[in-house]
């Protein structure tokens, strides 16, 4: 039995300490946060579940084996660490720190210490990611073109990041777990129209082997869209997100393009064959993620999602960011 502590019960807390109480193998023994009202909801919900506003009576808890991190960006760094310090294995939101520096100490602290940090990448463990990422490995798709995505609704606006460190690390931990090159280079731009955070940006990164993604991330759309489009050289494929059944589709068109004997005339041929949509998992990502966490806590091993991983998403987002403070300046990674 993993013993666990959540700091953190705003939003998402609630699907942690719901979706750990629901494993065989772990159990929530306290909750922090800072707020009266999320205490009491705490207190509604799981009578038995230890209350506090102090994160120290979970960091120096004995009972306690690990702690999940479901707090702000800004403050995943002090409590991770603390909570190491502290021998405890962490679970942290995404993004997993506000930079590169805090996220590489972390990395070293916990190898130091010998305890796993797991990454919040939620999206990894859904059905559909899964999906795509065998298609993928078994070829289908054939040479990978491009990833395109498109992650917009009306809110929730953050009050200590802008949209890219909110929405972005989705789709940047995606891409880090379906393309196995490292990313070269990145380019975003956005706009802050509220509250001095980006709240609509673009972000291309650049891959070698002519792979190349972009993300279109908005807190100011009028319509809530999840929409992913990844071509290939052999197939195409869509994966809509919000679709209940069919969520993704492959496509079987494409373009092959061939020189005429003797003549130097491009001859192109359009592909238009059948559409298709697999079988893909109904499975709470959330839980199925928990599980594994608590699973490479029994058996000592490293998560897939581990802070390596979480690290290269902050990278991403760093590179990012200076490319948006230079309205589009290309930055290497
Ligand atoms: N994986 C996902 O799909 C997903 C979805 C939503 C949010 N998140 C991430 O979860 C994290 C939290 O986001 P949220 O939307 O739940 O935020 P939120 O503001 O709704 O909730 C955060 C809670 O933490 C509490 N808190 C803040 N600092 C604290 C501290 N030092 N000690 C104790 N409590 C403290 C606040 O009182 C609040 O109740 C962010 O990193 C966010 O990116 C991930």
Avoid at 127 to 139: D, M
Avoid at 171 to 200: C, K, R, Y
Wanted: aromatic content about 8%.
């Amino acid at each position: 039995m993993v013993k666990f502590g959540v700091i953190g019960y705003g939003y998402w807390g609630p699907n942690i300490v719901r979706n750990l109480n629901q494993l065989e193998e772990a159990k929530v023994l306290a909750v922090c946060d800072k707020s009266p009202a999320a205490r009491k909801r705490v207190q509604k919900a799981y009578p038995q579940v230890h209350v506090t506003t102090d994160p120290g009576e979970l960091m120096t808890s004995t009972e306690i084996d690990a702690l999940a991190v479901v707090t702000p960006v800004w403050t995943h760094y002090d409590l991770a660490k603390t909570a190491l310090e502290n021998g405890k294995h962490i679970f942290v939101e995404k993004p997993f720190t506000s930079n590169t520096a805090q996220a590489e100490e972390l990395i070293n602290l916990a190898a130091r210490k010998n305890l796993k940090i797991i990454m919040d990448h939620t999206f990894l463990f859904t059905g559909a990611v899964q999906k795509i990422a065998q298609l993928l490995k078994e070829g289908t798709l054939g040479k990978l073109y491009y990833y395109d995505s498109m992650r917009v609704n009306l809110g929730l606006f953050q009050h200590d990041v802008n949209v890219l460190w909110d929405l972005a690390p989705h789709d940047l931990s995606i891409m880090d777990h379906l393309i196995s090159e490292d990313p070269e280079a990145v380019v975003a731009t956005g706009q802050t129209h509220l509250n001095g955070f980006e709240d609509v940006a673009f972000i291309t990164v650049y891959f070698p082997d002519k792979i190349i993604a972009h993300i279109n991330v908005n807190w100011l759309s009028p319509v809530k869209v999840r929409t992913t489009l990844i071509g290939g050289e052999k197939k195409m494929l869509v994966w809509n997100d919000l679709e209940a059944d069919e969520k993704i589709k492959i496509y079987d068109r494409g373009i092959e393009v061939t020189n005429q004997q003797g003549l130097y005339n491009l001859l192109v041929n359009y592909r238009s064959g059948d559409m298709w949509s697999p079988q893909v998992k109904q499975i709470e990502a959330l839980h199925q993620e928990l599980a594994y966490f608590v699973d490479c806590i029994v058996k000592n091993q490293t998560p897939m999602n581990d802070g390596k991983a979480g690290l290269r998403v902050v990278k991403m987002l760093e590179a990012a960011s200076e490319s948006l403070r230079q309205r589009g300046a290309l930055v290497y990674l």
